[in-house]
């Protein structure tokens, strides 16, 4: 703490000889310590759809960063989480990281920071990406973790984040069904889903352990392992909406599986006074906005809390 003191002493200092001073005030105000890097921060802010060019002509965007992010997000969480709840199981720690993470929870707190009125972007953007605030914060963490290192970040989530915007003790009891979830994101795409019990074993202590698969349209999806066959279910069906958030290729195959299932048999259609004629109907291309907007619907599914 003394050595944090000691180091925004020394920012400050130095801040009088900047001519940009306004923002590293302004961040210093929301992160509670002065950039060293402001250009981080900067880019945490950018969506892609701001059309900001480096001066070398490339686009810039907080893509990479909230990337970043999201991994070191669920390493401070996890810690955090693991410390505060001791002697709780794995799947009671898991589900509450994975609700604290969520968009909903990081939106919030987007807002009550002030964060989401500093993001850059298009105005036709706007309507279509609810989750912007959620991102940003995402690559917010990632600015800080190059910035100045992991001890900030979590710092920064422990006094500055968890506490003066999140209960753990109330967002701990608050029920998310993941399952119930992913079954509407795949009704909404009309994609066919399967829950497969692979496992089921005893661990050192005799507690049954349950592993579950999910399979989308015939392809291996994820896995999760619970102490009862609806636990694992719900972690599975956790995974599978975040790998789908993430994984577009893993999505594309998806969607190349589902339109095999669809294509229509070539149609023969005969008469007597007439030759065999064959029909083919052309193969459905998947365009981009259809797998963005598949994607954003899984983003949402994983990280909308049942009320």
Known sequence: MLNKTFSNLIDRIRLLF?????????????????????????QALLHRSSSVKSDQGRLLNNERLEFLGDAILDAVV????????EGKREGFLTNTRSKIVSRESLN??????????????SIR?????????????EALIGAIYLDRGYAYCQDFM?????????NLNKISRKEV???????????????????ELISQTLDEFNSPVFVSEILIEGIHACKGKGYSKKESQQVAAHETLNKIKKDSAFVESVLAAKAKREEPKEMIVQSESEPKMTFEVEKATLRSDDLEEIIRAAEEAAYSEIK
């Open 177 to 195: 069904n993941f399952k119930s979830k992913f079954i509407e994101w795949a009704q909404k795409n009309k994609v066919e889903i399967s829950f």
């Open 78 to 85: 996890g810690d955090i989480v693991y410390q505060k709840f």
């Open 108 to 121: 919030h707190v987007a807002e009550q920071i002030g964060l989401s009125k500093l993001i850059k972007f």
């Open 125 to 137: 953007h706007a309507s279509h990406n609810s989750y912007m605030g959620g991102n940003a914060f």
């Open 158 to 166: 422990e006094h500055r984040i968890i506490g003066p915007y999140i």
């Open 18 to 42: 900047r001519k940009d001073k306004e923002s590293y005030v302004c961040f210093y105000r929301m992160l509670g310590f002065y950039p060293h890097d402001i250009r981080y921060y900067e």
